[in-house]
């Protein structure tokens, strides 16, 4: 799952500046300080593996324009090995470059900007949010009560590993999974079983879920209720995540509410 929690970034390509009374230019390469990515860096080499071994942690970076114009033809980043260009899509979104600040706390990330040159820097022509992919390593469909109460908790720990300190002190908590499917229109079964005094597996029922736009939600707290051992998840490929509870995400990703496939009460 993207959408967790998204951290607005301190990055700034250009500031406003002076000299001699005349207002700065921008520049064909604006350059900002990676301190922070270095931070994020050794956060993340610093995350213990048995933190790593239930579920993948990964943030994800967007560059998003801020003036009307348009994305920056290259960004790249600029350490002690020299220059390295970073795949941008089309949507802004750069994947898989924070190793590159790990050993250097002077590295810059730099855009390389001639739709910009001699304009005014009036303004930060761009802005980059980060989100966390915190998905399940395990994607067959069944789950043990033990791995999802594992996963959720690994899950806030990274997470606490990837935010600033005072963020991190006032993170809400995880408390659902979360349920992407590779079909949208797939319609899932999340169905529980339970061990028998032989240690055979019984059908209990289905849980209950939140349907989230194209996505679905299944509350832990409700596994838990139900002495469940294992989920089994029907409906094709699909990646689960700790999640925050489905008011919270309704929030985030701009729903009005979430209600349960299963009834019509409102979800906490």
Known sequence: ????????????????????DRPEL??????????????LAKGLAGL??????????????????????????RIFVRNLSGETDL???????????????????????????PSRVGIVKDKNAFGLSMAFNMNFLNTSGVYSLDEIKDGMKDGKSA?????????????????HLYFEFEDDAV???????????EGELQDIGVAD?????????????????????????????????PSLSPKRMAKLIGKDQAKTANSDKESD
């Open 159 to 175: 997470l606490k590993k990837m935010v600033p300190g005072p963020v991190a002190l006032i993170l809400p908590k995880m408390s």
């Open 26 to 39: 921008r520049e064909l390469i604006e350059c900002s300080s990676g301190k922070g990515f270095a931070k």
């Open 87 to 113: 795949n941008m899509s089309s949507d802004g979104e750069v994947r898989e470059f924070i190793s590159l600040f790990a050993e250097d706390d002077d590295a810059e990330l730099c855009v390389e900007d």
């Open 209 to 241: 879920f939140v349907r989230l736009g194209p996505n679905f939600m299944v509350a832990v707290e409700d596994l838990k209720d139900a002495n469940m051992d294992e989920l089994r998840v029907s409906g094709g490929v699909h990646t689960m995540s």
């Open 1 to 20: 799952m993207r959408v967790i929690l998204s951290v607005f970034l301190a990055v700034s390509f250009s500031e406003t500046g002076f000299a001699e």
């Open 187 to 197: 319609a899932p079964e999340f169905r529980m079983f339970r061990a028998d005094s």
């Open 48 to 73: 213990d593996a048995k933190r790593l071994d239930t579920i993948n942690t990964k943030p994800s970076f967007t560059l998003a324009v801020n003036d009307g114009g348009e994305l920056p033809e």
